[in-house]
């Protein structure tokens, strides 16, 4: 156990395991999103109070869900980076945060778009919005930070930090949002929280779910491949496997 | 068995966070404070007319009188050893050294040398235990540096390249910070003396933001009196001191390591020569 | 007198030897070393802000800027100022924490007393702790009772003076808290300042959220107990997490 994650510590494992790895994701979310989309489109049957607007559910669920879990996978990054002093978990980490922060707007703007059939406007304050609001704005915190600094370690500890106290503070902050929307508009209607949705509409929302969730994976490794060349492109296994190539 | 090896993981697991975390409990203080050096009052005289007959008359004579030298007894001088193992450091893609061994023991001034950008002060600061991304190991008397931290820096006295000190402070009150800082309960006597000592005698109560750079530096230097530490870490300490200054400091040094403690520096003046002094190239 | 001579003639004997202060190389931090120094560090730091007091005074006098800013802004009416206010005063509250909080591990950093903090055979989160009271003591706290006489200002209904205060104390120590770990981690940046602001801001979400709740349940007359509740709990994790992050962070930022 501890010799297989010091294992998968070194860049060179890590570079070829994922080699292996990646096309099976890749086409794990490929099928995964076409038939979810498809499904979720064109057969699902239409929401009786909402219509086909309801349908913007298939993206903006799975993102959302996405956005979330990305960001606690960056502070579990950081977290075995600090610990273990690691550094593709900090290769990982850097190539999360702007794919997160990118879901989190998907998140945003499609619930944006929602908004117009259901309330009528661009933006309300609902408690999700909001939260979803709050935690891009923890990404760019990271982003930002992990850029202000000149020596790329300090900035790489410094967005550990920082991701493990967003993650520390997301429920926090999710539950106070919550808990403030309640309060302040209590009778408006929710989206998201429809009771008891039927197997036919739910089934292409997981799907597109494990679609997103492949993807993101899928998307991870390769970007952590190329970040793996590029810091380690000194290294003599890199200069082999690029003569190699020629 | 199997209970046995998942109770060793959690515990090295536990220890690798407590590490990143660096925190300290107090019952380490127990455990891991060193039994070599203790201060006492009694057989002070004694160690200190020892430790000065051993060191060699030539040295001796490189004293100034007027200087007031501090002397240092160590109870067991040559229980001192401060052991760096296959230090390697890399600053973003750039190897400032690798494979360095570092071995200091008591008695030695260590001149680390080089060009300028070589990492002498990476060094200076793995070295005084303030930066932890760089590989290789540390050893505090023949312990790894994570166990014995605290007691390392109980004996560790580290001048960096600003002066840390604050201008809003007078003199007086920067060193009763320092003092207070090793848990030593405050004794205005021996900061007036080590005040005195570095020529600052009547600037104990001036803001110490109205004093020239030079007079800053000194009250930085002031704490190599003012609370007894066994290894002195010092970068550039000879910056914006005036002549009378560098000699005294040197002798200072001389002193020091005479006593049986031990000086790590960086400078670009040239110490006068000496049995004691070692010289560690850097950027070759 | 005869001290001053005694101490003249000890000196005398120990130029003579050649030697003045004989001390031992020794093993400090006796049991009591940590308060010690927690007490040195608060007095140091308490005695650099006194002797700035335009540092002790700006959040103050921003804070009533901003509120005054904001009867200008929207309109002079007491009906809508009623209503607005429990928000006002925490937004601006909080606005004016965060200005000062900027130069919580600045000034040390630039002069070198950081490193030196770092290198105290104490544990740094204690000793961050002690910084961060004072920073508290010192901007917090004033703001909390400076907030009842800006609440006249706004027409805040007579009966929320006391709580405002209290959530504002209560609250400011929390953001005390979490913007020192951003500070930590972006002092060894040149110009940290903007950066800290888009860090520690979203992190204070929960606290406004509480602390504005519980002034606007004292003017429904709801009671607010449940609300300072929840700011004291927020308050006991901060107290109890930040300081670990605070001295992680610190230790970053030294390494440049």
């Not at chain 2, 005036?242 to 040094?253: F, I, K, P, S, Y």
């Not at chain 3, 005074?57 to 009867?71: G, M, R």
């Amino acid at each position: 156990m501890w010799a297989f994650i010091h294992k998968l510590g070194s860049p060179k494992w890590f570079y070829t395991i994922s080699a292996k790895l990646q096309p099976w994701f890749w086409a794990a979310a490929a099928a995964l999103i076409v038939t979810g989309t498809v499904w979720g489109l064109a057969f699902a049957p239409a929401d009786y109070q909402q219509g086909n607007s309801f349908r913007i559910i298939y993206i903006h669920v799975p993102a959302a869900f996405l956005a979330q879990s990305a960001f606690v996978s960056m502070a579990a990054a950081g977290l075995v980076f600090m610990v273990w002093k690691i550094k593709v978990a900090d290769m990982a980490a850097t190539v999360i945060a702007p794919f997160g922060a990118a879901m989190t707007f998907v998140a945003l703007f499609s619930g944006a778009v929602w908004g117009v059939p259901t309330w009528g406007t661009w933006w309300m304050w609902d408690a999700r919005l909001t939260s979803m609001l709050i935690l891009l704005f923890l990404y760019l915190g990271v982003i930002a930070l992990r850029g202000a600094f000149s020596s790329r370690d300090s900035g790489a500890r410094a967005a550990s930090v920082l991701a493990m106290v967003g993650v520390i503070n997301i429920p926090v902050i999710k539950y106070s949002v919550d808990w403030w929307y309640t309060l302040h508009q209590p009778a408006t209607f929710s989206v998201t929280s429809s009771p008891a949705m039927p197997m036919s509409m739910w089934l292409p929302l997981l799907i597109m779910v494990l679609g997103f969730y492949s993807f993101f994976t899928a998307l991870t490794l390769m970007r952590t491949r190329s970040e793996i060349l590029r810091r380690e492109s000194r290294k003599r296994w890199v200069r082999e496997l690029v003569r190699e190539t020629r | 068995m199997f209970f046995h090896t998942v109770f060793v993981r959690v515990y090295l697991f536990l220890n690798t966070v407590k590490g990143f975390f660096s925190y300290r409990e107090p019952l380490g203080r127990f455990f891991f404070s060193e039994p070599g050096l203790y201060p006492d009052g009694s057989r002070q005289e004694a160690a200190a007319a020892a430790t000065l007959s051993r060191i060699p008359t030539s040295e001796q004579g490189a004293f100034r009188v007027e200087f007031d030298a501090p002397l240092f007894c160590l109870e067991r001088p040559l229980s001192l050893s401060l052991q760096a193992r296959k230090l390697a450091c890399e600053r973003d893609d750039r190897q400032l050294f690798a494979e360095l061994d570092v071995d200091i023991t008591s008695g030695e001034i260590v001149r680390v040398e080089g060009p300028n950008g070589c990492g002498k002060t990476t060094l200076l600061k793995i070295l005084s235990g303030q930066l932890s991304d760089h590989e290789g190991a540390l050893f505090w008397n023949g312990r790894p540096m994570r166990e014995v931290r605290e007691a390392f820096l109980s004996n560790l006295l580290y001048l960096g390249h600003a002066p840390g000190v604050k201008a809003g402070l007078s003199p007086l009150e920067n060193l009763a910070w320092y003092q207070a800082l090793s848990g030593e309960r405050s004794g205005e006597n021996k900061r007036l003396d080590a005040l005195e000592n570095v020529g600052l005698a009547g600037f104990e109560d001036v803001p110490a933001g109205q004093l020239s750079a030079g007079q800053q530096r000194r009250i930085a230097l002031a704490r190599l009196r003012l609370t007894p530490r066994a290894l002195w870490v010092l970068d550039e300490p000879f910056t914006a001191i005036d002549r009378d200054g560098v000699a005294a400091l040197e002798a200072t040094l001389l002193a020091h390591a005479g006593a049986g403690g031990c000086v790590i520096v960086t400078t670009h003046h040239e110490l006068g020569a000496s049995t004691r002094l070692r010289r560690l190239p850097l950027g070759q | 007198m005869d001290n001053c001579m005694g101490q003249n003639k000890a000196q005398e004997n120990r130029t003579q030897q050649g030697v003045t202060s004989t001390s031992c190389v020794g093993v400090q931090g006796a049991r009591g070393g940590l308060s010690i120094a927690l007490g040195a560090t608060l007095k140091r730091d308490l005695l650099l802000m006194l002797r700035h007091r335009g540092e002790v005074l700006n959040p103050l006098v921003f804070f009533a800027l901003v509120i005054t800013l904001f009867p200008i802004g929207i309109s002079p009416d007491p009906a809508l100022l009623t209503r607005i206010a429990p928000g006002l005063l925490w937004v601006a509250a909080l606005l004016a924490a965060l200005l000062s909080l900027d130069s919580l591990f600045r000034g040390d950093f630039d002069d070198g007393s950081l490193e030196q903090l770092l290198l105290a055979p104490q544990p740094l989160a204690a000793l961050s702790l002690a910084k961060v009271a004072v920073h508290w003591l010192l901007t917090g706290l004033p703001l909390a009772l400076m907030a009842p006489l800006l609440g006249i200002m706004l027409s805040l209904p007579a009966g929320s003076y006391a709580i405002l205060a209290l959530s504002l104390a209560l609250g400011s120590a929390s953001l005390s808290l979490i913007g020192a770990i951003g500070a930590a981690l972006t002092v060894g940046l040149a110009r940290g300042g903007v950066l800290l602001s888009l860090l520690v801001l979203p992190l204070y979400i929960p606290v406004l959220i509480f602390g504005a709740g519980a002034v606007q349940a004292a003017i429904m007359g709801d009671g607010a107990g449940a609300h300072l509740a929840i700011l004291g709990a927020l308050l006991a994790a901060s107290l109890a997490l930040a300081p670990w992050g605070i001295a992680a962070a610190l230790r970053i930022s030294i390494n440049g």
